[in-house]
Each structure stands twice: as structure tokens, then as C-alpha cells.
DNA sequence: CTTGATTAGTTCGACTTCGTACTATATATA
DNA sequence: TATATATAGTACGAAGTCGAACTAATCAAG
């Protein structure tokens, strides 16, 4: 009896349909605006790996970067041996467990990510000039809730 | 001289950054989900054509709906040939324009979007128990200015 | 009307993503 | 200890995405 007198179900699904949608744009959109920025052939994917590894300290295993991006561990692979390639990390064994590896940064890795930093820094200046640095901080609760609700009920 | 005194920048690109991360996880998480719901092999870019010429009109060309998702004309003939062989939507020669087609909505093709759209529905309720659309709905001004703002600063 | 430049759409090739299957190591159980 | 199960990582193949080059049709300029 509590229910609204409205037609609508009580949770009108067009709002999840355009929030779906807007992210998906933002998220294509930004991916090119940064590769745009990297050198030829990085991907975001790659920078992403770099920073993570140069903001919580290297050492960590594939699948543990895999978990952290929420990607297959095969995909991981695939990024981490352009990686290694473009000689941003080295891969050491693992003591703990010798079926795994250790990701270390080079310094090569820490210069590329230093450098991507610094050219991404005026696009995002330009950025925080039209959008409150405010409004994007006020909104990452709720996208981090988000994220965290979907993380959680993936594959029902 | 009306700088803070704190070291960092006046607009911190973290909180971008990590703005950002969380849109492509979510962007990343959502779409597994949704095709989760959809039938063998459709896509999310599968659906979303179909809903936005169910809700806009059909009769448009191929570049009218690639331009509409910000998306090459080439991944456009792409997802088009898919929906064209799965019987959603048929291809009619454009009277304004011989170089041109004319997409319309089969009945199969309404059939499909209204079926997904049911099948979506559950998931969509769940989510809105712990995700508060009032919550959702006040993100969606910010997410739409911010999508406007990297879709009018592409590529410069 | 004819020539040159644009545009709509497709084809092709390179690349990313990711599921399946596999190997090697680790862990649990008898 | 022996065996079964689970886990880390890789190899391979299928599918999506997209840039470059191409064809056909349109438009602009003379």
C-alpha cells in the first residue's frame, strides 16, 4: 500500500540508461583525449599500469594489477609485455611463488609516466576551468559507490 | 600572487585522474552487464542503436547514428551489419541521396530493444535499492557537461 | 557541361580485448 | 607421501574497434 500512485516502477530505469550512456561517452572520449597525449603506440591501459605501479610501489603481480583494473589476467598479459617491450618495467621472479612474477618499474617506466603527467597537465587545467574541480570531487563518491555496487554483483 | 601556498597546482589533476579511472571501470562494468542480459551475440552498441532509433525515429543514414555515438563511420557499418543479420533493422536507398542509405526498425528489431529493456528491468530495481536514484539523477547534470565539454575539445 | 574537390559508405589490415585451453606450481586431503 | 584440486601465467583464436585507402555520388567553379 505504500507504493506510489505513479505508472512507473518505483525505480524508473531511464536514469541508469543515461547514466550508462554518459559514462560510456565520457570514458571513450577521455581515453582519446589521453592517448592523444602518450607516445605512439601507448594506450592508456599502459600509462594506467605505470602510474599504478609508480603510485603504490612496484613489486606487485600480474594478477594482482589485473584485479585492480578489473580486466582478465590474459588481457594483463598482453598489456604488460608492451610494457616490457617499450622497457618501462622488468619482470622479476617471484620468491614467494614460482609460478608468479614481480612488475618493477624501470626508470624509463618513471620517466614515461613522469612526462605523461606533465603533458596531460594543461588538458587538465584547460578542464578545471570549465568544470569545477568541486563538482568533480562532490561526484566521485557517488561514482566510487557505483563502481563498488557493479564490482560486487558482477556474473549473477 | 593569488596563488595558495600549497604546493600542489590550483586545479589538482588527480582528482581528474582518478575521476576518470572510475568512469572507465564503470563504463567497462556496466557493459558486462548489460550484455549479460542480451541475447548470444549482441552487444551494448547493438542495443543502443536499436533504442536510439526506436526512441528518435528510424530513417537515419549510417553517419547521422555513427555522429550521434561519437563513434568511425567504419564501426558503424560494422555494428549495422550485425544488426542487419540478426533481422533488427533493414537498409533502404535514401531518395536525397544515391551515395546514401536510409536504416529503418524491423518489427524484430522493436520486438528486441522492448524485450531487452524488460530483461534490463531487474537488474535496474536491484541497483536502484542500494543506489539512490535521486543520487543518480543529481550526477547526470555534471557527467552531461562534462561529456559536452571533451566532446566540443576533441582533437586539437 | 566539365573538371576538381567533398562526402557516404565499404573493404582491408593492425591492434586490443577476452574466453578457452594448457602448463607449471602450490595447496589440501587422505 | 601421494593424489586431487586450485591457482599464476601464457598461447591461441574469435570478435570488436578504428585508421587508411578505395568507390560511387554529390557539389562547386569555371
Redesign the pocket.
Known amino acids: 500500500m505504500d507504493k506510489p500512485d505513479t505508472p512507473t516502477k518505483s525505480g524508473d530505469p531511464r536514469v541508469f540508461f543515461e547514466l550508462f550512456n554518459e559514462v560510456g561517452i565520457i570514458s571513450?572520449l577521455s581515453r582519446a583525449l589521453f592517448e592523444a597525449r602518450l607516445p605512439d603506440?601507448l594506450?592508456v591501459?599502459h600509462f594506467s599500469v605505470v602510474n599504478h605501479l609508480a603510485r603504490l610501489g612496484d613489486g606487485k603481480?600480474?594478477?594482482e594489477i589485473a584485479n585492480a583494473f578489473q580486466?582478465?589476467?590474459?588481457?594483463m598479459?598482453?598489456?604488460?609485455a608492451?610494457l616490457e617491450k617499450a622497457g618501462f618495467i622488468t619482470t622479476e621472479p617471484?620468491a614467494d611463488?614460482?609460478?608468479?612474477?614481480r612488475i618493477k618499474l624501470t626508470k624509463a617506466g618513471h620517466a614515461f609516466r613522469d612526462q605523461a603527467v606533465q603533458l596531460l597537465g594543461p588538458d587538465l587545467e584547460r578542464l578545471a576551468q570549465e568544470i569545477a574541480l568541486e563538482d568533480a570531487a562532490a561526484a566521485l563518491p557517488f561514482l566510487r559507490s557505483l563502481r563498488t555496487y557493479l564490482d560486487n554483483n558482477r556474473a549473477d
Open positions: 571513450q603506440g594506450l591501459t603481480t600480474p594478477l580486466v582478465p589476467k590474459t588481457t598479459t598482453h598489456t604488460l608492451g617471484n611463488d614460482k609460478r608468479s612474477k
